[in-house]
């Protein structure tokens, strides 16, 4: 079986600037990834390159085996993303955004998805609310609802965590991993150690758009982990 | 299938949203009632004189209300940046760029569905005649076609408002340029083969102006 997600020499630029410098990366199906790194290393760009939103300046991308740049649209089936932002409208209800998204990824038997799906996120009873009225902490769930609609094998997260309180964060996880029973793979960037060393298998430390560090999570303690991140991210101060 | 499928599903989400705030609509229709409503009090003039000059009030109206509607068109797309989330979807770029404007189309068409009889009334012109509705119609689709990557590429400027304008109007002066001149035409009473010229003009850019954005588009956005 071909790995989940498959990277190999991916540089993504921006004028001068080098976001990304030969990131190769294998993700095992079924398996959990935390990226570290500090603001700027490129872990942003990495998601948002493996989600085939922004097209890397060179380099490989397999997913389940097939090359992202000639499949993008159909592996796109295949992928779940949760950004920094919700992508949902503030002007529709909470139902009226998860059935335009499921429209667009060709879910089949809709009402009932999306039903499951704010069962799942404890949203039913906003169902018809404006996305505007909500909570920062509801609208994180309404994204990781609609990132879960069309029940992607890879799920990317985007530091999932960014304004969600301890409880919600216990609340998000428990979601993501409940509705994957361990099939699914995942990919999230994570400024927290404890919470990411929790679920995740390995570990990667970007720094300047380089893998600085790679290692399983099993491997590692806490305080191990916050010690190799603090080594890398000092090469960058020198 | 898959493709027109999800271009109505994003013309029919924007017309749902704007139904909600109706910020495009009546921001639009009381800009252009009001360009027509001032160009009456300006002008006091002969029938005949009124009709050589109706047309290009007509099109000012339609044009800078149009312009005021496409600024507006890629908002909702900015804001919790839900243009990547449609990026995201599998299906291709061009179908974003055909459901925009689609539902900027809609917009326009209704909005000038209003403007008109209001023209007709302050400048006491009869304006349901074919031959004008057929004009506006395709010069609506060349002007939004166009419209609608200018849009895209001015959402994330500073300085939006100015910079659509500035892009857009010296690209789609030959659509309103070839509409007023058939709309005259159309409003003088003439026959349609005297507007054959104009309407070729309108729809030889109107061929140009869906093919080359929707070509362009995927790199306008991903960029």
């Known amino acids: ?120 996120v404890n949203m039913t ?114 | 299938m898959k493709f027109w499928s999800s271009v109505a599903a994003i013309a029919w989400k924007d017309v749902l949203s704007e139904l909600r705030t109706r910020e495009i609509i009546f921001s639009v229709l009381v800009f252009a009632v009001l360009v027509l409503v001032i160009f009456n009090f300006a002008f006091d003039l002969s029938p005949d004189l009124m009709l050589q000059i109706a047309p290009g009030i007509l099109w000012v109206a339609f044009a800078f209300s149009g312009v005021l509607a496409l600024n507006r068109a890629f908002i909702p797309e900015r804001e919790e940046n839900c243009l990547e989330g449609l990026m ?23 909005v000038e569905a209003v403007i008109l009889p209001v023209f007709a009334l302050l400048f006491n012109i009869a304006v349901l005649q074919p031959e004008l509705i057929v004009v506006t119609l395709l010069a609506t689709i060349g002007f939004v076609a166009v419209g609608t990557i200018f849009s895209a590429l001015a959402v994330n400027t500073r300085a939006r408002e100015m910079v659509l304008p500035i892009l857009f109007l010296p690209v789609v002066s030959p659509v309103i340029i070839a509409a007023v001149k058939a709309s005259a035409i159309s409003l003088n009473g003439q026959s349609w083969g005297d507007m054959t010229i104009w309407l070729a003009i309108i729809l030889a850019f109107d061929i140009i102006y869906l093919t080359v954005p929707f070509l362009v588009f995927p790199y306008v956005v991903e960029e």
Request: hydrophobic fraction near 40%; glycine fraction near 10%.
């Open chain 1, 1 to 120: 079986m071909p790995p989940a997600v498959e990277t190999s020499g991916l540089v993504k630029s921006f004028g001068h600037y080098t976001a990304l410098r030969g990131i190769d990366l294998k993700v095992p199906v079924g398996s959990t990834l935390a990226v570290f790194g500090p603001n700027g290393a490129g872990k942003t760009t990495l998601i948002k390159i493996l989600a085939s939103i922004m097209r890397p300046t060179s380099g490989k991308i397999l997913i389940e085996g097939l090359e992202l740049k000639d499949n993008a649209e159909m592996l796109r089936t295949r992928l779940g993303l949760v950004a920094h932002q919700s992508y949902l409208y503030g002007n529709l209800s909470a139902w009226e955004n998860l059935d335009f998204y499921a429209r667009m990824y060709g879910v089949e038997d809709r009402s009932r998805r999306i039903g499951e799906l704010l069962d799942l």
């Open chain 2, 88 to 110: 995201g979807c599998p299906v291709g770029r061009e179908a974003i760029y055909v459901g925009k404007a689609l539902g900027s189309l809609f917009f326009m068409v209704l």
């Open chain 1, 125 to 238: 009873g906003r169902k018809h609310d404006r996305l505007s009225t909500f909570s920062r902490g509801m609208q994180q769930r309404m994204a990781l609802a609609r990132a879960l609609l069309h029940k992607p094998s890879i799920l990317l997260l985007d530091e999932p965590e960014t304004g969600l309180d301890q409880q919600a964060l216990g609340a998000m996880w428990d979601i993501i991993k409940r509705e994957e029973a361990g099939r699914r793979t995942i990919i999230f960037t994570s400024h927290s150690f404890e919470r990411a060393l929790a679920v995740c298998d390995d570990v990667v430390i970007l720094e300047r758009g380089r893998i600085a560090f790679k290692a399983q999570a099993c491997t590692l303690n806490l305080g191990g982990l916050k010690q190799k991140y603090q080594e890398c991210t000092a090469v960058v101060e020198k």
